[in-house]
């Protein structure tokens, strides 16, 4: 069965600080990969997807991500975070049927 | 256009009462999708209408009944709610196929009372 682990379930940084929030999937064929984010009392919005090609993706507002196959991971990275980036950040995974399956998602507090 | 719609945003209902969410939108996207989501918790897949066909139901209870009348609208009839069915339903879409971006409304808050 399909399913999406991310491990964090709540991260505290400091601006300017580094952030790695991570990801792992299992799913029994091709993938795709997506990370959503949603700000406080907003929808949900697409920071970034894979599909194929380069495994190091970067997505809107200095997000990047990279897949690696043989750890089943797509983490989500950011060089230096900004109060802005408080949000919940929600990792998904679909298939060729049409799927969506998400994360349990990891809420990012960053402190000015 | 990368824009979903969902009517109303917020809806009370009793348990006895029957209404419908609505979604719609005209960027051609031929999936279309239900979740809910509860505080604090990820969106949980519901259903998945695939050229206007139920594709994916994940074992939702018949008090939810989802419709797909045309390739643009997409509507969620409820009937006899329970309080634990208080979310926010989310209606999403894309173009049929694993590699597309999936689109998101913005919600409509549901409470049972």
């Known amino acids: 069965a399909q399913s999406v682990s991310q491990h964090n379930h709540h991260v505290i940084l400091s601006e300017a600080a580094s952030l790695e929030l991570g990801c792992n999937y299992s799913y029994g064929g091709t993938v795709n990969l997506f990370w959503y984010v949603q700000y406080p009392g907003q929808h949900l919005q697409l920071l970034l997807k894979?599909?194929?090609?380069?495994?190091l993706v970067k997505g809107i507002k200095g997000f990047e991500a990279e897949f690696i196959k043989s750890k089943f991971s797509f983490n989500l990275r950011k060089p230096s975070v900004q109060w802005s980036d408080t949000a919940e950040y929600f990792c998904?995974?679909?298939?060729?049927?049409?799927?969506?399956?998400f994360g349990a998602g990891t809420r990012l507090t960053v402190k000015p | 256009d990368t824009e979903v719609t969902q009517t109303p945003k917020h809806l009370v209902m009793g348990m006895t009462n029957k209404k419908s969410l609505e979604c719609e939108q005209h960027m051609g996207h031929r999936a279309m999708y239900w979740y809910k989501q509860k505080a604090k918790k990820p969106p949980e897949l519901m259903f998945v209408?695939?050229?206007?066909?139920?594709?994916i139901n994940e074992s939702v209870p018949s008090r939810f009944s989802p419709e797909c009348p045309n390739s643009s609208l997409l509507n969620l009839h409820l009937h006899a709610l329970q309080p634990e069915d208080s979310a926010l339903y989310l209606c999403?879409?894309?173009?049929?196929?694993?590699?597309?971006?999936?689109?998101f409304g913005p919600g409509t808050r549901l409470l049972v009372l």
């Open positions: 998904a995974v679909s298939g060729h049927n049409n799927d969506m399956r």
């Open positions: 894979y599909f194929s090609g380069d495994p």
């Open positions: 999403a879409s894309r173009l049929a196929g694993g590699q597309e971006t999936q689109y």
């Open positions: 209408y695939s050229y206007e066909k139920l594709s």
